[in-house]
């Protein structure tokens, strides 16, 4: 399969932890973003990386988050400090110019 | 910022009927116009998309249409089929800067 790869696609978690989410895009996309979406909403852009350069940041939620993409590869988005109101679906997408496609997404409960 | 606004929240179609969705948009520098199916439990599907220089596209039964005067664009789907129930969702993007999601669509198809 050499769609978008999410891991892991669920996670519990109890608040005040930390958590690290993971994304491999498809190999030969440069674009990399990251989403989240609560139920019934449509996905809300947090951040994105051309390569390796996060070019959009202001966007994330909070200082608590915080999205890394070392070598322009996989990209991890790391939520510090859970809190119940983080509880979310967290999606990757990757794009060559500007279809974005979507990865299964990560679900995240804060208990 | 953006705002995108989309209706109706929940279509219910008879099986071999049309169902048509249809989106607002603030931005008049938005120039990339897609559309998203999302089953349950499952990343956003690119269905179909547009760009700010055509004013409609087709493939096969979905179609889309761009009215850059008025900032609106619908999707159209002819001869519903069950697997076409799903939450559809529209959105905008200017330049590289992310999506911007309507709240979606529940499309239910009627046997």
Same mark, same amino acid.
């Not at chain 1, 070019?55 to 200082?63: A, I, N, Q, T, V």
């Not at chain 2, 519903?80 to 076409?84: A, L, N, V």
């Given at each position: 399969d050499t769609g978008v790869s999410q891991d892991p696609r669920h996670k519990i978690t109890k608040r005040g932890q930390n958590v690290t989410f993971r994304c491999d895009p498809? %190999? @030969?996309?440069?674009r990399l973003y990251w989403y989240r979406q609560t139920l019934g909403q449509g996905p809300e852009f947090l951040t994105y990386f051309q390569n390796e350069a996060q =070019? @959009?940041? %202001?966007? =994330? =939620? %909070? #200082?608590r988050f915080s999205a890394e993409r070392p070598k322009g590869s996989f990209s991890t988005l790391e939520i510090q400090?859970? @809190? *119940?109101? #983080? %509880?979310a679906m967290y999606l990757c997408a990757s794009s060559p110019v500007t279809e974005a496609f979507f990865g299964q997404g990560t679900r995240l409960t804060v208990v | 910022g953006e705002n995108v606004e989309q209706h109706p929240s929940t279509l219910s179609v008879q099986e071999g009927d049309s169902a048509v969705i249809k989106c607002t948009y603030s !931005? $008049?520098? $938005?120039n990339y116009f897609p559309w998203y199916k999302q089953e349950l439990g499952k990343g956003p599907q690119l269905i179909i998309d547009i760009r700010s220089n055509v004013g409609e596209k087709k493939d096969q039964r979905i179609a889309v249409t761009l009215n850059k005067t008025a900032k609106h664009f619908s999707l159209h789907i002819t001869e519903? *089929?069950? @697997? !076409?129930s799903a939450v559809y969702f529209c959105a905008t993007e200017r330049g590289a800067d992310g999506l911007t999601f309507g709240k979606g669509t529940h499309l239910i198809i009627q046997p």
């Open positions: 498809i %190999s @030969e996309h440069n =070019l @959009e940041k %202001s966007r =994330l =939620l %909070s #200082d400090r859970t @809190e *119940q109101g #983080d %509880s | !931005d $008049s520098a $938005s519903t *089929q069950p @697997e !076409d």
